[in-house]
């Protein structure tokens, strides 16, 4: 089984619909992030905890919310989606007690808004 | 800000060629330096890094060498192979907040 976990793997939405995309992982590491990621523009960091109480947006939080259930448990949710936001999404973690440059990421998320 | 410059692709070879990948860098203080890989279908994966001037890190047959005088890290391989086809994303992280920051990436085609 895969370290890291993004569900769904592809999702087909429609503008103004609500969605959420999820990532667990095993890793027991206390850091998560989730990134977007478009053609040509490489990865975009959109929210990031470094633990269960702790939240911070990144470069591109609008249009995004995040919530960190657990510690293996990061979700990010689309509140109204919108055709701009058609990307794949990365979940990332990385250890505050290891190397915390180091980061190891999911599979990814395909979302496509239409 | 911190940035990371990458040159485009798509870069193709045919196999058992050398490969160059470069990259340069911008950024206050003394940055890491990472080369991640995403091969078709998955996640990044941490191929190589470097954390100080000088350093060269090495992984699968790939190199690179900290090079704070040309703020560069170009990414190097002696001999491709179809296998090693994949987007190959350089990174910087800098100190006190351990955010990556990610260049463009470029993609290497490998032909038999």
């Known amino acids: 089984d895969a370290d890291v976990t993004q569900t769904p793997r592809n999702r087909i939405t429609k503008t103004g619909k609500r969605i959420m995309l999820e990532c667990s992982q095993t890793?027991?590491?206390?850091?998560m992030y989730w990134y977007r990621q478009d053609p040509g523009l490489g990865l975009q960091l959109i929210y990031y905890?470094?633990?269960?109480?702790?939240?911070n947006k990144g470069e591109i939080s609008d249009g995004y919310s995040v919530s960190r259930q657990a510690q293996a448990k990061f979700s990010l949710s689309l509140e109204s989606a919108i055709p701009n936001q058609t990307a794949l999404y990365f979940c990332?973690?990385?250890?505050?007690?290891?190397?915390?440059?180091?980061?190891?990421f999911g599979a990814g998320t395909r979302l496509s808004v239409l | 800000g911190d940035s990371v410059t990458q040159m485009e692709g798509p870069v193709t070879l045919s196999e058992e060629a050398f490969l160059t990948i470069n990259c340069t860098y911008t950024?206050?203080?003394?940055?890491?330096l990472f080369w991640y890989v995403q091969y078709p279908g998955e996640g990044l994966q941490l191929l190589l890094k470097?954390?100080?001037?000088?350093d060269k890190g090495s992984n699968k047959g790939f190199e690179a060498t900290y090079r704070k005088e040309t703020t560069s890290f170009h990414l190097e391989k002696g001999s491709v192979q179809v296998s090693d086809s994949a987007v190959y994303f350089c990174?910087?992280?800098?100190?006190?907040?351990?955010?990556?920051?990610f260049g463009t990436g470029t993609r290497l085609l490998v032909s038999p």
């Open positions: 990174a910087l992280s800098n100190t006190g907040f351990q955010k990556l920051v």
């Open positions: 990332a973690t990385s250890d505050s007690k290891g190397d915390k440059n180091i980061q190891y």
């Open positions: 470097a954390t100080k001037a000088d």
């Open positions: 950024a206050t203080g003394y940055p890491s």
């Open positions: 905890s470094f633990d269960v109480k702790d939240i």
């Open positions: 890793k027991g590491h206390d850091r």
